[in-house]
């Protein structure tokens, strides 16, 4: 059974630093490409990071520059390093896999796609 579980999230004041953490489990997940979503209070959840199964990453244009996505494939573990915060990055944070930037595992990925976690709350305060 595919689990994605955030954590990290919490309440820091604007210019202040957290790092999100995913543990993934039931499935092969150095195998798929992973992403950060992000979705604020009335608005339409929206993608922040990807990180591809061969490490490239890809940020939101609102995030380059402040945010660092990685992976540590041994631990099953993705990360969002987010300095420098900023009201507007108040959102509710997920990770999900991306088939997209999965190289040859797409078919494979393209399964786990759907699977969401709970989320990990961020509130910047100004």
């Known amino acids: 059974q595919v689990q994605l579980v955030e954590s990290g999230g919490g309440t820091v004041q604007a210019g202040g630093s957290l790092k999100l953490s995913c543990a993934a489990s039931g499935y092969m997940f150095s195998s798929c490409g992973m992403g950060w979503y992000r979705q604020a209070p009335g608005k339409e959840r929206e993608l922040v990071s990807t990180?591809?199964?061969?490490?490239?990453?890809n940020y939101a244009d609102s995030v380059k520059g402040r945010f660092t996505i990685s992976r540590d494939n041994a631990k099953n573990t993705l990360y969002l390093q987010m300095n420098s915060l900023k009201t507007e990055d108040t959102a509710v944070y997920y990770c999900a896999a991306d088939p997209e930037i999965s190289g040859a595992y797409y078919d494979y990925c393209v399964r786990i796609k759907n699977s969401w976690g709970q989320g990990t709350q961020v509130t910047v305060s100004s």
């Open positions: 990180i591809s199964s061969d490490d490239t990453t």
